[in-house]
């Protein structure tokens, strides 16, 4: 089959676009959630405070706070926070549809391209100032270059066989194939490199790889580059994991996957629905039906030896490892979720090639009918579009892409759903704007634990004028993520002279249940409890406001 370069162009133009439009839809929330507030307000910190903050925490998340510093610093936003987030989900779109073009043909690609961009779970990250949809677009990249470093390797043997002028004439185009090798597997490892680096997690995706290349049987020479590749990202991941294992309290919150996870990861990377869920299974299962097509030769890669892998490794890694040792969150395999589509399409064009093999039969057989090959009619051709007899340019792939609209509106409700600020865990907005509502200049503050402090952080204007009774140096300059508090007995005696406390605080904080290890959280357990009574309450997701007044003296 031959391939029109404007044909590839389009099929993966089309899905840059609808990733990019649906990404844009509802970009301005109104206000970050706690993750988020991290990122704006670590990325805005000069270079060497940045570096400071890494030695301590979040080191995983280093090389996105480098590459966020730049943009925040034109235009500090929360719309500029989550622009990476949403040309990275676009990108991710494209590279699909270059996968699928690659490896299939164009409309395959762009099926698998318009089926990630209407993925709900494509769309929430599209909308994240964080990095997972730049680690899915770098993962999406490595792949499409993994390909082509494949056909480079196993297509260039270098030079000629013989020692004459027809050697001589062979040995610049051997010098050119070694050369193209080279540069491609330099940049499938430099790709790689960069992704692991902002998610050390994305180093599943070697694992993939190593199945696709198994599946493909590839030759030796081929598994001996990719080997130098990956033990190169390996080398430049090392650091990173060193750091990040003595920071391993950053993820004690997750727990071990449950029996719903394998199934809430499965609508999540196919589609909620019901009505979506199905046809995208069943087209996955046509997918895989042996033999795999297009059947694919000895070193020769086919589309679903790339996306399965892709798809179901990584996740089922993390996952098993997580049963002993939680590490596992679905933002985490984000990446994974291009083999979805992929094999979707591929089963969409497996049926429509079926369907066309049917007709054609039938259409023979009615050929050879005398009875009805009495007007002379000529057979189509295989590869001609037919809609009730008349040939239409590009009908099965019009087909397609109308049925992937209907399955975006039928998700319509849930990516509408998804731009309510509600769906986070929580909204610092929301919380800065009551404190401005109900807070005078002068007011004592407490924030409980001091996370609690990132509302203030992310939005300073809700808390402006009112004094952080417990901060003994700011975030920036003590080199974490909220500061440093005062001890203990200082944070006593600051107490001792109050009044009046308002109490920010996380909801399982004001919960008996709780007990900090840090003494000085415990004071203020103490201190609030003993000495004050609760006078007002305001509670927002994720933040419980509390106006405390002391005690009066009992006679």
């Not at 509302?455 to 909220?482: C, H, N």
Request: charged content about 20%.
């Amino acid at each position: 089959m031959v391939v029109k370069r404007p044909q590839v162009a389009v099929a993966v133009l089309v899905p840059v676009l609808v990733m990019f439009g649906i990404g844009l839809w509802g970009i301005d929330r109104g206000g970050m959630w706690r993750d988020e507030a991290v990122t704006f307000q670590v990325a805005r910190r000069s270079l060497p405070q940045i570096w400071q903050l890494l030695h301590s925490v979040d080191a995983v998340h280093g090389l996105y706070y480098l590459l966020m510093h730049p943009v925040l610093a034109l235009h500090p936003g929360e719309v500029a926070l989550r622009v990476p987030s949403l040309c990275a989900a676009a990108a991710t779109a494209g590279l699909v549809a270059a996968l699928g073009a690659r490896l299939a043909r164009p409309r395959v690609g762009l099926w698998a391209g318009l089926l990630y961009a209407v993925t709900p779970m494509a769309g929430h990250f599209a909308q994240e100032g964080r990095s997972y949809a730049l680690v899915a677009a770098g993962v999406a990249a490595s792949t499409l270059l993994l390909a082509r470093a494949t056909t480079a390797d196993a297509g260039g043997n270098g030079g000629g066989n013989g020692n004459g002028a027809e050697g001589q004439e062979d040995e610049p185009v051997g010098r050119l194939a070694r050369h193209a090798r080279v540069v491609g597997w330099c940049a499938y490892g430099g790709v790689v490199a960069v992704t692991v680096l902002l998610h050390e997690f994305a180093v599943l995706i070697l694992l993939a790889h190593a199945a696709t290349l198994a599946l493909a049987r590839m030759p030796r020479r081929v598994w001996r580059d990719w080997a130098c590749a990956a033990g190169a990202v390996l080398l430049v991941l090392l650091p990173l994991a060193v750091v990040s294992s003595g920071q391993a309290d950053q993820v004690a919150w997750l727990r071990p996957p449950g029996g719903g996870t394998v199934e809430r990861l499965l609508r999540s990377f196919t589609g909620p629905t019901q009505l979506v869920l199905g046809p995208y299974l069943l087209l996955i299962a046509l997918a895989l039906r042996a033999p795999f097509t297009p059947p694919a030769r000895r070193g020769e890669l086919s589309l679903p030896a790339v996306a399965l892998p892709l798809l179901l490794l990584p996740p089922a890694v993390l996952i098993a490892v997580s049963r002993h040792w939680p590490l596992y969150d679905d933002r985490y395999v984000l990446y994974a979720l291009a083999g979805a589509p992929l094999l979707a399409a591929a089963g969409a064009e497996r049926l429509v090639v079926a369907a066309r093999r049917a007709g054609l039969a039938r259409r023979e057989a009615d050929a050879d009918d005398p009875m009805r090959g009495l007007g002379g009619a000529a057979v189509p051709a295989p590869d001609s579009d037919l809609v009730r007899g008349v040939r239409v340019p590009y009908a099965a792939t019009l087909v397609g892409v109308l049925a992937i609209g209907l399955a975006f509106v039928s998700q319509l409700p849930v990516l509408r759903e998804d731009r309510d600020p509600a769906r986070r865990p929580d909204n610092l907005a929301v919380v800065s704007a009551a404190a401005a509502q109900r807070m005078s200049p002068g007011d004592p503050v407490l924030f409980l634990p001091s996370l609690g402090r990132r509302s203030a952080l992310a939005y300073p204007k809700g808390f402006q004028g009112t004094r952080d009774i417990a901060l003994e140096e700011p975030a920036p300059v003590s080199g974490t993520l909220y500061g440093r508090e005062a001890g203990p007995d200082e944070l006593r005696r600051r107490l001792a002279g109050l009044d009046r406390v308002w109490v920010v605080a996380e909801p399982y904080a004001l919960k008996s249940a709780w007990y900090p290890s840090d003494p000085t959280e415990r004071v203020k357990l103490t201190v609030v409890g003993e000495e004050f009574v609760p006078r007002a309450e305001f509670v927002r997701k994720g933040s419980i406001l509390r106006l405390y007044v002391r005690r009066a003296p009992t006679m």
